[in-house]
Each structure stands twice: as structure tokens, then as C-alpha cells.
């Protein structure tokens, strides 16, 4: 089975379980309790995890707050802001192409009061600046757009953006999910007020993530959306999972941005632009993008390319939350492309473990597929 769908979810590295196992039975300790040597060893491996995240990020130590994974960093990001900042105004800017966990987040707030600007992209997957920066307004508490995209791995100008979202004084939080891992992430430096990340993209457990939040220019507060216990500085209640959290940090210390994950990316794309030319379209293909991500336009409907090779290979047509629904994806809708044209799309996303041999299997298939059609 060739697996290209790492930006669903990727393996958990050898050395990333082999840290997390100690930690299930022989030092189970809970990190809360500090009355005891089991319950401070916990604690000492939930901070050194601390460390290795904060490490990555180029941020401190107590700017990371561990959550089950992204979908609860943004909720805590995004109803936080809202829940705190309300008296300054009730205005969100985000993108029609983030993810579903923010938009669902923004759609929720929306029936609580919250009045959402959804920005346009172009047939890129790229926003306007001069679009942004006008629908910044006073009322404007916070602009929340996503590094990268999981469908088609393109990228916004983070720095950019966060330059304008603090000339306009608001607060900027970015979906870091699908790029941390596959590119350096100075939150300092690229202007970041808060940032998400979750383990499973870069080959760490499922279910643990973190949040990062500025303590300085600007010192965000947000209002806690769990309560009980007061874990995480009272932002994020409840006994931390500590295997995970270890497998959190340990995946962030393996991480070693590689040109071979470029250069396989490149390859794929280039060969099937040899075989098919112009009958294919690479959604993204004029943005900056992730060195990992193609999401290519066929001449045939993606279901059926998966019937053909739903027991050899791994892909995703769309999001694999999207998926689930079977709607067209709502990413490639916002690029332009017909309803049509989406079905007939399909992303591929490798990985660390992807080789040159599983590619020249994988574009095999697909000249199988054409061929057939
Ligand atoms: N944001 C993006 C861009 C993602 O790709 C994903 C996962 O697919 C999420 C958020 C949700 O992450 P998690 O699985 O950690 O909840």
C-alpha cells in the first residue's frame, strides 16, 4: 500500500513511541501531583515537552498551552478572543478557504453575536493584501488565516499579513497545522499573536496539540473554554495526557525540514506534466506552496480513480474532513473551479517516508486510470 495522504495524518516516528511508552504505565504519574516523585517526573517530562515545542516555534516556554490537537487550539483561539475582546467589537476577519475548524468556529460565533468577514481568493488560492487591510475596521478583534492550506498546500504571506493586522490594531492568529514540520516557524519574527499545531502531521500521536499565545506586543488574554482545575495557567483544564504530551515534544525535536520531501514533490508533479500536459491542472501551481502538497485537476472523476486504486494507494480527494460529507471541496469551489472540476480533483501529499519507487508506481496508476477513460 503507497500512502500519500500525510497531510491526513502521517505515522508516529519510531523514536517519538519509544519516548511516549514510559510514560502509559512505569511513570504514570499525574503532572498536577506535587506531592510526590511519580507526580514531579510527569511534571519535569510535560516541561521538557514544553521546551521542545517552544523550541520550535522560537517562542517561551510558557507561551505553549497543550491541547488535544488543533480543532481545540482554534476554538480556544477564536471563541476566546471573542468571549474577551467583545467590548472592543464583535468583528472577525478570516478566509473562505480555511479550514472547516475555524470556519465552523467563526459560523458558531456568528449565531452568538459575531459579525464574520470571509475574504475571497483568487484562482491561486492567494488573498488580496489591499482586500485584507480594508476589512480591517475598529470593531476588528481578530484575523485569523491560516499558514497552509491542507488541500492544496498554499501559502499565505504570513508576514505580511501579520505587519497589517497590527498597523490595524488587531490580534492575528494563524492555523499553523499543516505547515509546522514541513517549514522553519519563527512566531516571534513572522509577527504571530496566537498559533496552532497538532502532533499527527508530523509523525507524533493523535489527539495532542498546542496553542501558542503572545505574552508580549501585544500580551493576549483569552477566556478559557474548559474550566475545572485550572491545568495549563486556567486556560486549559484537565489532567494533561502526558504520554502525549511527551510524544508532542519529541516529534518537534525530530523535525528536520529535509530538500528531499521538495525534490520528491517536484518530481511527481513534473513527471505527470510529462504524461498528460496540458489536460492536467495543478490547483496552486502560480503561489508559493508547501514542499509536499500537489492538488491536481485530472480528466477523469477522482471516485473513480480511487475505485481503481483504492487497494494500492492512499489519497485524499479534498479534505478528509470534506470528504466524509461528500460536498465538492469548498477550497477548490473558492478557487474557481466548477463543481465539476473539483470531482475531478485529487491531493496528494507525501512525506518523509515517501520514496521515488512508490511515486513512479503511484503516476503508473494514474496513466492506468487515464487510459481507461
Ligand atoms: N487545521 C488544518 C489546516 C488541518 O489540516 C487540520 C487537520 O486536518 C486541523 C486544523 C484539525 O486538526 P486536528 O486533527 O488536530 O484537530
Known sequence: MIYLDYNATTPVDANVLAAMLPYFSEKFGNAASSTHLPGMQAKDAVEIARAQVAQTLHCETQEVIFTSGSTEAINLAIKGVFALYQSKGNHIVTVKTEHKAVLDTCAYLEKKGASVTY????????????????????????????????????????????????????????????????????VRSLGIDMLCLSAHKFYGPKGIGALYVSRKNPRVQLEPILHGGGHERGWRSGTLNVPSIVGLGKACSEIKIENALAENHIYLEQRLIELLGDKIRINGAAANRLPNTSNITFPFKAVDFIRHTKNKLSVATGSACTSAQNLPSHVLTAMQLSKEQAEKSIRFSIGKYTTKKELDETIQLIEEVYQLT
Open 119 to 186: 475574504l475571497p481568493v483568487d484562482e491561486h488560492g492567494q488573498i488580496n493584501l489591499q482586500e485584507l487591510e480594508t476589512a480591517i475596521t475598529e470593531k476588528t478583534i481578530l484575523v485569523a488565516i491560516m499558514f497552509a492550506n491542507n488541500e492544496t498546500g498554499v501559502l499565505h504571506p504570513i508576514a505580511d499579513i501579520a505587519s497589517i493586522v497590527h498597523r490595524k490594531n488587531s490580534i492575528f492568529f494563524c492555523d499553523a497545522t499543516q505547515a509546522v514540520g514541513k517549514i522553519p516557524m519563527e
